[in-house]
């Protein structure tokens, strides 16, 4: 508690000392003093964005969230006046600029609120394209994982009916051939222009868990028919997909997290054949033990507090170890070549 005791004694005691009938009387210097200590800040936090690689818009956060001068700069003044290296008279406005460019700090992220995200925005504002060739496949998201999704199917024969809510996305798709669509997937009516009604089968890619699990829930409640491939960010989202509806549920690391496995069993000596049997093995219970416990999941019910959950999982997850255990023992490693 001391900290926040002392922390706060130091800035009253700051505010204390602050005049502001000098304030008033040197308004127009203080206040340019500000701005320019802000803009020179933010042109050089801009320069170190741009050279680190982020994207516009966080590059303007950057230079704004950081522009102000920092509260150690109340220390250093405090320093150089009681060392006599600045004279007060020097000290008593630099000090005003630093507490003007903190207070004014909430002001700018108003701003790229206001004005700099809705600026950068505006490009998803765009209307909807009008679908005109219904598909029995529908994609939403053609991300990392749709794309690929789609340029498999488009190889086997289909043409997908690919939507995806990113206009620069779908800018650059579209240089390459691909015929994508604009427009929000989660919206009834245009899954309804899509043909979801007479679609065999929707693959959920887009980035985004809250949207990928509403879109399942509504499509499964209103279109069982439709064979729904979910993506799944993680194991618990695994748990909520389920519940929705979707029994095609792809964990987006899963399967290249099985592919690391099995390189470090070959690594550690075992053959490829032995290597990828017992990944197998794994895959098979780990299914098998999700699906079980997928029985008493409850959405929005944090794992921890689903006592029904928990305890099946407590329940079995001794068997799940004892089991994947005596698999996995029954191969032992197998010298490389040259060993």
Known sequence: PFKGLFLGVFFITIGAGISFSYLAENFVMIISLTIGVIVLKSAILLLLAHFSGLKRENKLLYGLGLAQAGEFGFVLLSFVVANSILPSELAQPLTMVVALSMLLTPFLFIIYDRVIVPYFAKGQEQEADKIEEPSGIIIAGHGRVGGIVN?????????????????????????????????????????????????????????????????????????????????????????????????????????????????????????????????????????????????????????????????????????????????????????????
């Open 151 to 339: 340029r498999v199917l488009q190889g086997a024969g289909y043409r997908p009916i690919v939507v995806d809510y990113s206009s620069e996305q779908l800018a650059m798709l579209r240089e390459f051939g691909f015929k994508v669509y604009f427009g929000d997937a989660t919206r009834p009516d245009l899954l309804h222009a899509a043909g979801i009604a007479e679609a065999k089968v929707l693959v959920i890619a887009i980035d985004d868990k809250h949207a990928i699990s509403e879109l399942t829930k509504y499509v499964s409640e209103n279109y069982p028919n439709v064979h729904i491939v979910a993506r799944a960010v993680d194991r618990t989202h695994v748990y909520d997909l389920w519940a929705h509806g979707s029994r095609d549920i792809i964990r987006e690391t899963y399967d290249s997290s099985l592919r690391t496995a099995r390189s470090s069993l070959e690594a550690l000596g075992y053959t490829r054949e032995h290597a990828q049997e017992m990944v197998d093995h794994f895959d098979e219970l780990d299914r098998r033990a999700m699906i079980e416990a997928a029985g008493s999941w409850k959405v929005n019910v944090p794992a921890i507090e689903n006592e029904e959950f928990m305890a099946t999982v407590r329940e079995r997850i001794e068997e799940w170890e004892k089991e994947l255990a005596e698999k996995l023992q029954a191969f032992k490693p197998q010298p490389k070549d040259g060993d």
